[in-house]
Antibody
Framework: EVQLVESGGNLVQPGRSLRLSCAAS????????MHWVRQAPGKGLEWVSG????????GYADSVKGRFTISRDNAKNSLYLQMNSLRAEDMALYYC?????????????WGQGTMVTVSS | QSVLSQPPSASETPGQRVTISCSGS????????VYWYQQLPGTAPKFLIY???QRPSGVPDRFSGSKSGTSASLAISGLRSEDEANYYC???????????FGGGTKLTVL
């Protein structure tokens, strides 16, 4: 069974850092692009960042550019999101999502999410 | 304010057909594929339609997608109570170099 399990969400003060992880199983992780998508409480979906299978192509939403860094470790079947200088508007449920073969710009499998709360 | 525009809500009775629209521009819908996601209450989004009108395996043929110019639509026929969910359209935006979503449409099955 294809599965994505996020972790690392927590309560953090504005300006601090947090690192999210996503553990993948049930498929050959190194063959697929991966993404982070977030959803603020009661709001819609927002793409945060994406990374190609070999890390050659990386993209960020303007709202997080320069503050967040996406990375992956194919040997560990894991995706990461390093979040620095966190703001109140970063508070959201962060989903890890997999792209289907040959289509970097969409998401066919989603995790259940990990909650990031930014508050003093 | 979302880059793609969707009606915030839609409603219809069981067994009927409903259409949800998604409007964009030449830099997004006009030049890229459109995707649709279904989010049932309290759950993660689900891949519903890809490349404008294709259904992943397991998605009933009651769900269909279409695209024309800078707009796209999701149609659901034979509505069921379990179709009550939020529906999001998405695509790539060439100007932003980012995936963009619509604001979502909350579907109520009356």
């Amino acid at each position: 069974e294809v599965q994505l399990v996020e972790s690392g969400g927590n309560l953090v003060q504005p300006g601090r850092s947090l690192r999210l992880s996503c553990a993948a199983s049930g498929f050959t992780f190194g063959d697929y692009a991966m993404h982070w998508v977030r959803q603020a409480p009661g709001k819609g979906l927002e793409w945060v960042s994406g990374i190609s299978w070999n890390s050659d192509t990386i993209g960020y939403a303007d709202s997080v550019k320069g503050r967040f860094t996406i990375s992956r470790d194919n040997a560990k079947n894991s995706l990461y999101l390093q979040m620095n200088s966190l703001r109140a508007e970063d508070m959201a449920l962060y989903y890890c999502a997999k792209s289907p073969s040959g289509d970097w710009r969409t998401f066919d499998v989603w995790g259940q999410g990990t909650m990031v709360t930014v508050s003093s | 304010q979302s880059v793609l525009s969707q009606p915030p809500s839609a409603s219809e009775t069981p067994g009927q057909r409903v259409t949800i629209s998604c409007s964009g521009s030449s830099s997004n819908i006009g030049s890229n594929y459109v995707y649709w996601y279904q989010q049932l209450p309290g759950t993660a989004p689900k891949f519903l339609i890809y490349r404008n009108d294709q259904r992943p395996s397991g998605v009933p043929d009651r769900f269909s997608g279409s695209k024309s110019g800078t707009s796209a639509s999701l149609a659901i026929s034979g509505l069921r109570s379990e179709d009550e969910a939020n529906y999001y359209c998405a695509t790539w935006d060439d100007s932003l170099s980012a995936v963009v979503f619509g604001g979502g449409t909350k579907l109520t099955v009356l």
